[in-house]
């Protein structure tokens, strides 16, 4: 019995609302996160150079522009795809880099946090940005 490869969804496959509050609920997170290290970057620098990364200050800049911009583009349905991958992504590395002291129960959480985060993320990758998206107006 042949089966047939994954094929991914169209973006406008998906009518309706639901998309878009999801995409919002998700982005959410992100952007307020980004916010927050714009608001107060010392206190994220001291936080990166706590765990050992090199150049806190390089870190800041890109977490800031991943959060925001991958932020305000999921929440657009701009290139849906690309930014939920590159979010998910972002969330899976700082699970890993920020949350790992598995012996700490908040740690734990905010790693399962962050690899419940991706899990969502995946699924707009597969479904794509539905109808209520740029991306679909395209």
């Given amino acids: 019995m042949a089966t047939r490869p994954f094929v991914p969804a169209q973006s ?3 009518p309706g609302p639901l998309p878009l509050i999801g995409r919002v609920g998700i ?3 992100f952007v307020l996160s980004g916010l927050s290290k714009v608001a107060a970057p010392a206190a994220t620098i001291g936080y990166i150079q ?7 200050e390089l870190a800041l800049a ?3 522009l991943i959060e925001l911009v991958g ?3 999921l929440v657009l349905g701009y290139q849906t795809r690309i ?4 979010l998910a992504a972002f969330a ?4 890993v880099l920020f949350h790992n002291a598995f012996g700490d129960q908040n740690q734990l959480i905010h790693f399962f946090k962050n690899v419940a985060i991706a899990g969502g993320l995946l699924n707009v990758i597969a479904l794509g940005g539905g109808s ?3 991306d679909a107006r395209r």
């Avoid at 899976?92 to 699970?95: D, F, M, P, R």
Wanted: no cysteine; glycine share 10%.
């Fill in 132 to 134: 209520w998206s740029i």
């Fill in 27 to 29: 982005a959410a997170i």
């Fill in 92 to 95: 899976i590395v700082t699970a």
């Fill in 12 to 14: 406008n496959s998906v």
């Fill in 71 to 73: 932020g305000i583009a």
């Fill in 83 to 86: 930014a939920a991958g590159v």
């Fill in 50 to 56: 706590s765990i050992g990364l090199p150049l806190p």
């Fill in 62 to 64: 890109v977490s800031v």
